[in-house]
């Protein structure tokens, strides 16, 4: 598969700019303010080639707080900003299995 | 177990402090991505979907107790409280923060463990069967050449920067445990025509993308000619091996370029100019790692103790577990125990913390405090008396670690996929929990007997899904996760790659796709004890094929 991170930028909906903190990896969203938050409804969300540019220049410039910058697909309801496909779903909420915690002895 | 010297204490004290220095630089920013990146793939720091994952050798997959103690504590203290053992006998920790990295790594080295050469482009660690030393059927303990190639392969200046990683497996036995065909370099250890022990050498071989068997280029090797071969074999790969292109960059497909047996010939050529030089063992040098091994000191025991009898015939489930996780040993009065990791509707290979600690005791009171992992992602305590099966039975099933599907149908093979990997493009583990889940009866599964399903999230096949039984491939089409299902794959010393059998099923369906398979097989095979691979071999794919798709 072709990482997202491999490919060339193409815009066909909302979409917002997403990386893993560099800290301790946990995925990130780029905000209008220029910082980075988890909460993806506090995300820059952008629609067209231009914009997303611009976000992700200016995100990828931050070499230090995130890495692996790239553009995510999003899907806009009720005001909420929602991951629009199943892996960027996965980073967003954890695995979809449950975590074997409840291996316990 | 064998017994680190004060240069191995040495050399991971070093990279440990290295490597908190090189952290420390990227988080301040001195180094940036492009130039850490390397630098952490070189100590087994990958990052994924969620955090970082650090993956740790376990050379040949021997571990001892207090080495399963650290694991636990490393998930505990550095983790979330378990680890995942991996089809090359490695442990691969989920959500490893960073900056915590050196601590963990310090912890590690402690006990002798560490990432180094669990990822990047150079030689990965070498694994061998999980029964190396203790295994009926092999003709003496393969470990010792897998030391030694570990010895002179880790840090090697020549091949730290190969086009491509690396794969070694060595096995000594009669029956392929190792899984020795799908490496970049096998190396069988045998008794020739003439009664010398030797090696068969193989190359080319792995999954991926461009699917390849090994090759045999050297039929028989002596043993101190071993080091300078494979030192010939990995400078032929080095020169001519492809950098210009990722997806044709591993050995297989400079072997199958050039065509194995030329390779063989350049090899040879390369290996006659330097078999006679500082390579050529010397009989002392592995005297002396052979001594480094430590074999238990074995009681003088017979087979079969009759309260071993007794216990079988007191307790059903005891009975059922003997006769699918017990094996036999080479010294009499002794058993090799299998662990399932396996449980029905579990993520196969996941340890628990408390689970590890568990079998670090067990392993202490019951197996000469040595454990063993498995390319099969199960554990195996190699030395138990066959007395204390019973006691050991209790103890493991009170972890949850004796289902007894060791080499059934939900002894499932499986990669994180989707729900870790950033490579993935679906998921792995819930399929297999599925799968697990539809074939809980194990009466259902025993009667299956032996049949391997190996699943891979990508096309990278880290799953093993083109040697599977069954294989099963995630694919993603559209948005949707699909699965491209090969039968006949296998993996041991007959191994062949499965055959596609049509068009991907949706995710939903897989489950009663195997269950599909797995009724042709019920309905053709001749006889109770024909294999599901061997009625696929006798009776071909088609029959299978036109079940599966029949209602679809």
């Given at each position: 598969m072709?990482?997202?991170?491999?490919?060339?930028?193409?815009?066909?909906?909302?979409?917002?700019?997403?990386?893993?903190?560099?800290?301790?990896?946990?995925?990130?969203?780029?905000?209008?303010?220029?910082?980075?938050t988890?909460?993806?409804?506090?995300?820059?969300?952008?629609?067209s080639?231009?914009?997303a540019?611009?976000?992700?220049?200016?995100?990828?410039?931050?070499?230090?707080?995130?890495?692996?910058?790239?553009?995510?697909?999003?899907?806009?309801k009720?005001?909420?900003?929602?991951?629009?496909?199943?892996?960027?779903?996965?980073?967003?909420?954890g695995?979809?299995?449950?975590?074997?915690?409840?291996f316990?002895? | 177990?064998?017994?680190?010297?004060?240069?191995?204490?040495?050399?991971?004290?070093?990279?440990?402090?290295?490597?908190?220095?090189?952290?420390g630089?990227?988080?301040?920013?001195?180094?940036?991505?492009?130039?850490?990146?390397?630098l952490?793939?070189?100590?087994g720091?990958y990052?994924?979907?969620?955090?970082?994952?650090?993956r740790?050798?376990?050379?040949?997959?021997?571990?001892?107790?207090?080495?399963?103690?650290k694991?636990a504590?490393?998930?505990?203290?550095y983790?979330?409280?378990?680890?995942?053992?991996?089809?090359?006998?490695?442990?691969?920790f989920?959500?490893?923060?960073?900056a915590?990295?050196?601590?963990?790594?310090?912890d590690?080295?402690?006990?002798?463990?560490?990432?180094?050469?669990?990822?990047?482009?150079?030689?990965?660690?070498?694994?061998?069967?999980?029964?190396?030393?203790?295994?009926?059927?092999?003709?003496?303990?393969p470990r010792?050449?897998a030391?030694?190639?570990?010895?002179?392969?880790?840090?090697?200046?020549e091949?730290?920067?190969?086009?491509?990683?690396?794969?070694?497996?060595?096995?000594?036995?009669?029956?392929?445990?190792?899984?020795?065909?799908?490496?970049d370099?096998?190396v069988?250890?045998?008794?020739?025509?003439?009664?010398?022990?030797?090696?068969?050498?193989?190359?080319g071989?792995?999954?991926?993308?461009?699917?390849?068997?090994?090759?045999?280029?050297?039929?028989?090797?002596?043993?101190?000619?071993?080091?300078?071969?494979?030192?010939?074999?990995?400078?032929?790969?080095?020169?001519?091996?492809?950098r210009?292109?990722?997806?044709?960059?591993?050995?297989?497909i400079?072997?199958?370029?050039l065509?194995?047996?030329?390779?063989?010939?350049?090899?040879?050529?390369?290996?006659?100019?330097?078999?006679?030089g500082a390579?050529a063992l010397?009989?002392?040098?592995?005297?002396?790692?052979?001594?480094?091994f430590?074999?238990?000191?074995?009681?003088?025991?017979?087979?079969?103790?009759?309260?071993l009898?007794?216990?079988?015939?007191?307790?059903?489930?005891?009975?059922t577990?003997?006769d699918?996780?017990?094996?036999?040993?080479k010294?009499?009065?002794?058993a090799?125990?299998?662990?399932?990791?396996k449980?029905?509707?579990?993520p196969?290979?996941?340890?628990?913390?408390?689970?590890?600690?568990?079998?670090?005791?067990?392993?202490?009171?019951?197996s000469?405090?040595?454990?063993?992992?498995?390319?099969?992602?199960?554990?195996?305590?190699?030395?138990?008396?066959?007395?204390?099966?019973?006691?050991?039975?209790?103890?493991?099933?009170?972890?949850?670690?004796?289902?007894?599907?060791?080499?059934l149908?939900?002894?499932?093979?499986?990669?994180?996929?989707?729900?870790?990997?950033?490579?993935?493009?679906?998921?792995?583990?819930?399929v297999a929990?599925?799968?697990?889940?539809?074939f809980?009866?194990?009466d259902?599964?025993?009667?299956?007997?032996?049949?391997?399903?190996?699943?891979?999230?990508?096309i990278?096949?880290?799953?093993?899904?083109?040697?599977?039984?069954?294989?099963?491939?995630?694919?993603?089409?559209?948005?949707?996760?699909?699965?491209?299902?090969?039968?006949?794959?296998?993996?041991?010393?007959?191994?062949q790659?499965?055959?596609?059998?049509?068009?991907?099923?949706?995710?939903?369906?897989?489950?009663?796709?195997?269950?599909?398979?797995?009724?042709?097989?019920?309905e053709?095979?001749?006889?109770?004890?024909?294999?599901?691979?061997?009625?696929?071999?006798?009776?071909?794919?088609?029959?299978?094929?036109?079940r599966v798709?029949a209602?679809?």
């Amino acid at each position: 598969m072709t990482s997202p991170l491999q490919q060339k930028l193409k815009i066909s909906g909302s979409s917002v700019v997403t990386a893993n903190r560099l800290a301790d990896g946990a995925v990130v969203y780029r905000t209008a303010e220029g910082t980075w938050t988890t909460d993806i409804d506090s995300a820059a969300v952008v629609s067209s080639a231009e914009a997303a540019t611009s976000l992700l220049t200016a995100a990828k410039a931050d070499g230090v707080q995130a890495v692996d910058v790239y553009v995510a697909p999003v899907k806009l309801k009720d005001g909420r900003i929602l991951p629009a496909n199943l892996r960027e779903a996965i980073r967003l909420r954890g695995p979809t299995i449950e975590l074997p915690i409840t291996f316990g002895i | 177990m064998y017994l680190y010297d004060d240069f191995d204490r040495t050399l991971l004290a070093e990279r440990v402090a290295e490597f908190r220095g090189q952290v420390g630089r990227r988080l301040t920013g001195e180094l940036n991505e492009d130039e850490f990146k390397s630098l952490r793939l070189m100590n087994g720091v990958y990052l994924q979907l969620h955090a970082y994952m650090l993956r740790i050798a376990i050379p040949y997959g021997t571990l001892a107790s207090d080495q399963m103690r650290k694991l636990a504590h490393v998930a505990r203290r550095y983790d979330r409280g378990y680890g995942h053992f991996t089809t090359r006998q490695n442990i691969q920790f989920n959500w490893i923060k960073l900056a915590e990295l050196p601590d963990a790594m310090a912890d590690l080295a402690d006990s002798r463990l560490h990432g180094m050469q669990t990822s990047g482009n150079c030689v990965r660690n070498i694994t061998t069967d999980q029964w190396a030393g203790v295994a009926p059927d092999e003709i003496e303990d393969p470990r010792i050449w897998a030391e030694l190639l570990r010895q002179h392969l880790t840090l090697h200046p020549e091949f730290s920067f190969l086009p491509r990683k690396f794969k070694i497996a060595v096995s000594a036995a009669s029956h392929d445990r190792a899984a020795l065909a799908i490496h970049d370099l096998s190396v069988r250890l045998y008794r020739n025509g003439a009664g010398e022990v030797g090696f068969e050498v193989g190359v080319g071989g792995g999954l991926g993308r461009t699917p390849f068997l090994t090759k045999i280029i050297k039929p028989f090797l002596a043993k101190r000619d071993l080091l300078s071969y494979v030192e010939a074999v990995l400078r032929l790969y080095n020169q001519y091996g492809r950098r210009d292109n990722i997806y044709k960059a591993r050995i297989k497909i400079l072997v199958h370029e050039l065509g194995a047996e030329k390779f063989g010939r350049e090899v040879d050529a390369e290996w006659q100019s330097i078999k006679d030089g500082a390579l050529a063992l010397d009989p002392a040098v592995i005297a002396e790692i052979a001594a480094r091994f430590r074999y238990p000191d074995y009681e003088r025991l017979e087979d079969s103790p009759p309260a071993l009898a007794a216990a079988r015939k007191a307790d059903a489930r005891f009975a059922t577990w003997v006769d699918n996780a017990v094996s036999n040993h080479k010294m009499p009065g002794y058993a090799i125990v299998t662990l399932s990791l396996k449980p029905v509707g579990k993520p196969p290979g996941d340890c628990m913390a408390d689970q590890m600690d568990a079998i670090a005791d067990i392993a202490d009171r019951h197996s000469f405090s040595e454990i063993r992992v498995g390319h099969e992602q199960n554990l195996v305590l190699p030395h138990v008396r066959q007395g204390d099966l019973p006691e050991v039975f209790r103890a493991l099933d009170a972890i949850g670690v004796a289902t007894p599907n060791v080499g059934l149908v939900s002894d499932i093979i499986a990669c994180p996929g989707l729900d870790y990997c950033s490579l993935a493009n679906a998921r792995a583990i819930p399929v297999a929990q599925e799968i697990s889940k539809r074939f809980r009866d194990l009466d259902v599964a025993r009667g299956l007997g032996r049949l391997h399903i190996n699943i891979s999230g990508c096309i990278n096949a880290c799953g093993h899904h083109h040697v599977g039984h069954i294989g099963i491939l995630g694919v993603e089409k559209n948005g949707e996760e699909f699965y491209q299902i090969t039968i006949g794959g296998r993996a041991d010393e007959k191994a062949q790659l499965g055959t596609l059998i049509g068009p991907a099923v949706p995710y939903d369906d897989v489950p009663d796709v195997v269950e599909d398979i797995a009724q042709a097989y019920l309905e053709l095979r001749q006889q109770s004890d024909e294999l599901f691979i061997d009625t696929i071999e006798r009776v071909g794919v088609e029959p299978f094929k036109e079940r599966v798709y029949a209602t679809r």
